[in-house]
């Protein structure tokens, strides 16, 4: 019998038992795992009565690899990543040396998963330090392999760097550099291609979920060829490629200035209610704000790396934090995700069962939606609304929280399965 999910046509295929690498992580990966696990596997059960089961085989990377076969990260570990297409992930120390910089950007750049796919959203209960958290539905795309992640620095004062900065200043004509003598050097790549890819899977999964806007958040105005051309070919885009399911902001402003703003409104209005996805864009520091004063402005959000990560981070703290917020690192050609905790590996708390599993659990949910069993995902997040709503919940949250019942790890999970209905 096949256990291998595959992806046919553009489409994720998966059969009824297919098998999903996991890894345990380091820390607290320990202490969320299983319990994760038990969540996910008791609403795969009711909701499929034993036709449907994940088959969970465990991969090494991190601690427990180096301690067991001397690597960081097995060749073994990526092996069955490939085979299998769809793998979770807990959080991974960074190893102290040794030549890998970071084993999640290992992961990421060996499988080129291009999106990291942050889902944004709030559960009743949950404490927010923002007036209307319930007004919070948000799904990032940040752009996974280019940008100033690239690594391309050169430090001040190296013979490299003095190399880069007279190519700069003798060939290139550069005269603005203010401190030629004392400055580092970062190169920040953005492709046409990279874009593209990034800003095309935000489309289709706004399409897909009937979901009303994608807004392309850059800095443009400071980076023009850089962040500026992400946001014109995001909406050269959007209008070459899904004329019939997409209005841009662009052609809003075409209208109006050929008809005059009442015929660019009723425009707008029509491709709204014909069900289109309004394509619009922001400056990254007005998204900033405006996320926080006007959230239900936004729904999809494709973005660069860099820009992705410092909104990542404000909107997981606008419902909740990072130990409920759930991630996937995703490669939309080849099918390849990994689905992973977003916290790190907390060492602080490691072993003592107070960690929060919601994020892996709720990383795990996204696998399930990606694999196309929505039955099982709607069972998690009822046992996790009505959990959170009977404030139950685990140290980081009860903190906050008055008049909550403080669980351990475990317990928590007991509890969602508990309140699956
Ligand atoms: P961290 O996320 O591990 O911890 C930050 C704070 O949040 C700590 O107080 C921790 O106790 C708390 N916290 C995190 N997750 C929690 C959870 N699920 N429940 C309750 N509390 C939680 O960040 P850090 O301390 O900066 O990093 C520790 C290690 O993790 C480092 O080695 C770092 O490189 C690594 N890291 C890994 C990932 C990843 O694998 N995706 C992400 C970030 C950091």
Redesign the pocket.
Known sequence: MNAKIEIQQQQVVAPDRPVIPFIE????GKD?TAPSQRVIDAAVDRAYGGRRQLLWYEVLAGEKAFRQTGEWLPETTLKAFREYLVGV??????PVGGGIR???VALRQSLDLFVCLRPVRWFKGVPSPIRYPSLVDMHIFRENTEDIYAGIEYMAGEADTRKFRDFLINEMGVDKIRFPESSSFGVKPVSRDGSERLIRAAIQYAVARRLPSVTLVHKGNIMKFTEGAFKNWGYALAEKEFPQQTFTWQQYEKVKEERGKPAADQALADAKKAGKVVIKDVITDAFLQESLLRPYDHSVIATLNLNGDYISDQLAAMVGG??ISPGANINYHSGYAIF??????????AGTG??????LILSCVMLLEYIGWHEAAEKVYDGMEHTFSKRRV???LFAQMEGATLLSTAEFADEIIRNMH
């Open positions: 992580g380091d820390g607290i969320i992930k807990g959080p991974l120390q960074t970071s084993l999640n990072i130990g992973e905790a977003t916290h790190g590996t907390a060492p602080n708390i107070q960690a929060n599993p919601s994020s685990t140290a980081d």
